[in-house]
């Protein structure tokens, strides 16, 4: 904690993945970077008490609480962290807002474009007393990520022409992997669209600081029917004698336009075998290109087109120089970072929003937007693949 | 040559970049390989007498004429290679065959479907007459993409879920970049599609197996108008003064579906800068995937899902070694070879077919096919990216 | 800290680039691994005590010290981590050791073979009370490293025939760059070998299973002037006015053998311009082959020659799978851990073996003994190159 | 032919893997490459007569003879092409050139330094004649390495610090593998060392545009016994039934110094499993760096240290741009070149020189002393190591 430094108190909603990244992030941030406020781990929100209670010790929570709505009243609680999957994100958020709690929402925002929309209403109004919304597109804060954007705003490779975005995954190619909540679609919306699709969609929108504008799409479930899990066996409402249908894609393939002329296409998948978490762009200019891939996530490739043709080539940008985003907190040059580290540095600038008064970003009016892009998928998808406009 | 074989007289139709790769290939062949037939470099027609002459002496040929049509009546070509542009193919490639020549046919077959199909008729009508013919798509003759086919066909990487197939070139980024032939529609038919999106097309159906059933696709011309070649310029029938109209596609992008149930994207491009020549397919099955870049065509990437996880990866291979495809005739293991090297594969394979009377593929059959998908592509892109099924 | 568990109070000496990768591992190792102790971050020592008191705010520690021999006498430390430069290692880690506290101690061991040797005699002291000792040589605790450790003593190589080891930085190439304390022999005993050369030595030993039984040297200084750094001019007790002398090598290559019969060769340098952290380890047996290279950390190119010649290949093993060394406790597949994780395993391994009473790895003994191998190395260099034996 | 131009008859001795690989040059050069003298394939000379011809056949030669001294007043003969074993070059092209015959020899120049310097002083004699010749270091006529070469004398790269070579393949691996000519001391000279590590050697010369001044080395035969080969079972002087000795090195490690104070390193070894000809060469200088390796020939690897940090990383040049070595003759940009075509520019290169009357490079005197390097590894590694100077 630094010195003299107020405290923010964080109330956190669920505690599994999403959960284990934002607590180490919370407790990490202000170890390597000066913050305005002291994160101060107060309160673990989660259905089961003993649970919950197990996870808090792990983790680093100081209080445990079963009802997410106790979050909202709290002394200690300034800022409520939505870590629950999908179909609560609405519901706990708004209150959140309007409880005049700060709000840090995992994406994707919501599992409707309603929700969203409601979502951004309470973020407004709140913003109006100064309570702040961010929505955790985390890879945002990879920092290679954020070089690819500020060359983009450089003008480093001039005028975009083409996109090309994918997140392969391979975790459900057996057809015998459970039917987990992920593949459910009152649970979380839809599938590999709204899970990686929609960081991939971010993506490209924050590296071109350009917007879609229109998509042509296609979806797919390869595997329609999956073992239930062992836990929830007993709650199936369909399928036969321990089996399960899946009623999310698996795949999500689309084109698109940029409103400044570039092409795009897109990619999400959990069929990519020996693909584990290929989050990819490459985005080619007039004058350059830029090519990313979570996999290697401290390099950057990047092409200068203005460059003699005798020397010209994709150079590996290393992206763990002082000259970096957030390198100079961390390591030397070559010392690579993590996954997490994207966490820590979400949490590093919403906070650093918070202590400043200034908005964060992504907004949820940004979560809103990839959400309109998302649904013009499915709705395209389902009619045949047909050009559908976005959504302002 | 090989001794005491029987000759193979060739006329080559056109002798720029197809021209002058053709030749180093029937050059070549028989000097690393067993041929039932020697091939002769009989005739080189060319439109200009001189420009002709001097390519002859350059490339090789014994013989030029300026008329292809006389090459149908020389008894030293019984086989006719048409290296001109797309505009001529269907005339010359039916006439050689219906004179009774065996016809190599660069790709694509044809500008138009009906030009293909009358392609098509005019090699069923030769082959009862023991008359052969194929379609250059050069590509499958990489050593490294015919392993690729074989690892499918072997069932390595079992049930295919996706194809990504992309081909990306820069060399008309620069918008000052002359309007050379290839972009003009009345010459080169399209754009980027039917000059390198012919070639993933094939290569994504020849290393699956399978064929595209269905596509929704999108084109852009990103700069339409350029400046008139410095040859060219006075039959300039459009434009202003020195410059002319870009009538072709610089871009196109489209997704697929594949009769077996893969799902597929594919992108054909001049504007991705800094990609010279990035003719890649990556194909993920429910055991396995694999993954081609022609930048570094000596080598196949290959995923076993069925190994254990502890030592899974991406295996890079070095596709040198004797149990390669052609790779014996050539240097020992990690010695690669190039670009020619493709047709080089391309006429040994026609040759020995010609000898063993088997029909060489691809064939003008498989032509047509690419080239129906070219023509639901284009179809699609004007229909809003609508779906388009793709006609028998 | 784990529910339950009992304490372990660490006193850290030293506060910069190590001091805060072990505080980072300090506090994380029991929020991701189950400990049987729970690591206290009591007490912090550095020199200064304003500098030191700003460090423990920022690094999390509870109290300071400016003595290290008050670390000795307290009741909450059980362990002295020793993070300071070489020169104190020996006469921090002698008494404490000889104090009854368990001793974490950075690499190299010590700066000149006697003290290391003392270490030793003071760790089996200390031993026989069930005070225990390790050296930091982290990248052990890479797992990519461990798993290559792992196939080789699964045999999954052979028997080994090359070694190639190289420990390439770049952040001195700049003659302009300071001469900071890691460029004066009498703090850090010696330049690139002691510092970067002892862990590729550690690495290739560790790897291989095996010891290194001679050597042939050559080192250099490229530059033998610096500029003083500001904060020490007025110490400079040579050169001119302003600038020292550089007496540590710059680079250090050496031609080794290992006891099983394998050639080696080493370098390690700091005048690689555009290598950042190149910590290289090949090593290739009569089976298979392993290469790692730690500025891609995460992943691990393994050969198998028993594969059909047809598919081999070097496969990039991305090591984030559950059954990879310490991965199941982090992120999903494909989410890659950076380099302070290997600090985190280091502390996680240690306090296993202080819950069960069992000796850490790597002991005080292999420190010494890779001390010993850079001492023929720096023997060799003196005499021509002679081939020098490691001692024992 | 290039036509109008004086033909240059050529003479070959030998028609195993080199002969091949020059025969495809001879043939080829002519056709991309404007020439002064057309190069006419009229003799091949080989021991046994059907074996040679049928080799003729093969690679295209109009006369074969058996005894390599026909050579030499043949009137269609103004050039001996010497591709057979190490044994006999000094002989045969000693004897070529003193009769006014041009003399293209293989690489090593000799098996002994003795040889080479005859060789040198018969060279030497016949240029006061207009007699040329050239030594056969095909690698340095790859155009990524050319270009590396352009790089360091344009001063990119600055003041060399380190030079990293090695040469990776792994064909004996197996110790069945049979005693071929190639691992007999009396045939090859030396192993690995001449045949392989004689490359890297004049490789890493020519970039820097530096020389050797000494070495300390290592070799090794890890397999000291193997199998006959079948053919000459019947010779073997040494070893059990059907066993014979191998005296030659498997593998040879030396570290040395350039005579501008560069540091370097080599390792040439048939026993990297996995590595199948990987000819690698890094060099790092004061202002940036060069990698390169032979498995990915149409790349080269540079980092320019000038760079802003921000965007500095290692460029991955496709060596085939019109402003490349060589490149503009063959295919538009990202369609490589394969082995053999390093052979094309070297013929291209030496045909050019005698066209102008030029000295051809590599001369013998640049043979001889990457033989003097050779010489000083064996001395040093039968000395334990001590360095040995390499004499002028």
């Not at 022409?161 to 459970?178: A, K, M, N, S």
């Not at 909540?181 to 924050?206: E, K, M, T, Y």
């Not at 336009?257 to 075998?273: I, K, N, V, W």
Request: aromatic share 8%; hydrophobic share 45%.
């Amino acid at each position: 904690m630094t010195q003299g430094s107020t405290g923010l108190g964080v109330g956190m909603v669920g505690h599994a993945f999403m959960g284990a990244a934002h607590s180490q992030a919370w407790r990490t941030a202000g170890r390597f970077f000066d913050l305005p406020l002291s994160p101060d781990m107060a309160v673990l929100c989660g259905r089961d008490a003993a649970t919950a209670q197990a996870a808090a010790d792990r983790l680093g929570w100081r209080h445990v609480v079963t009802d997410w709505k106790e979050l909202l009243t709290r002394d200690d609680v300034a800022l409520v962290d939505v870590c629950a999957p999908g179909d609560v994100h609405a519901e706990i958020a708004v209150a959140a807002l309007d409880a005049g709690k700060h709000v840090l929402c995992e994406k994707p925002l919501a599992n409707t474009v309603d929700e969203a929309r409601a979502m951004v209403a309470a973020a407004e109004r709140a913003r109006a007393n100064g309570v702040r919304s961010m929505v955790g597109f985390n890879y945002r804060r990879v920092p290679a990520v954020a070089l690819a954007r500020q060359l983009v705003a450089d003008g480093r490779i001039g005028e975009i022409r083409h996109v090309r975005g994918t997140y392969l995954q391979d975790w459900i190619v057996d057809p015998e992997f459970p039917l987990v909540w992920r593949l459910q679609a009152d649970r979380a919306g839809s599938g590999a669209l709204g899970d990686i699709g929609a960081h991939v969609v971010d993506l490209a929108q924050f590296v071109t600081g350009d917007r879609l504008t229109g998509v042509s799409a296609l979806t797919e479930t390869f595997v329609r029917e999956r073992p239930l899990p062992e836990a929830s066996r007993g709650l199936a409402a369909s399928g036969g004698p321990g089996r399960g249908r899946v009623d999310v894609d698996d795949a999500a393939l689309f084109l698109g336009r940029f409103s400044r002329g570039a092409l795009a296409s897109f990619e999400a998948t959990r069929f990519a075998t020996g693909r584990k978490n290929a989050l990819r762009l490459e985005v080619n200019g007039s004058l350059g290109s830029l090519a990313f891939d979570f996999e290697a996530m401290n390099e950057l490739s990047f092409f200068d087109g203005t460059e003699d043709a005798r020397t010209a080539g994709f150079r590996r940008i290393l992206v763990t120089e002082a000259d970096h985003p957030w390198a100079a907190a961390w390591w030397p040059p070559g010392h690579g970072l993590g996954y997490e580290h994207t966490f820590v540095h979400e949490i590093v600038d919403l906070v650093r929003d918070l202590g400043a008064g200034t908005d964060p970003v992504p907004s949820f009016a940004d979560g809103l937007q990839v959400q309109l892009v998302l649904d013009a998928v499915l709705r395209s998808a389902a009619a045949g693949s047909q050009w559908k406009e976005i959504e302002e």
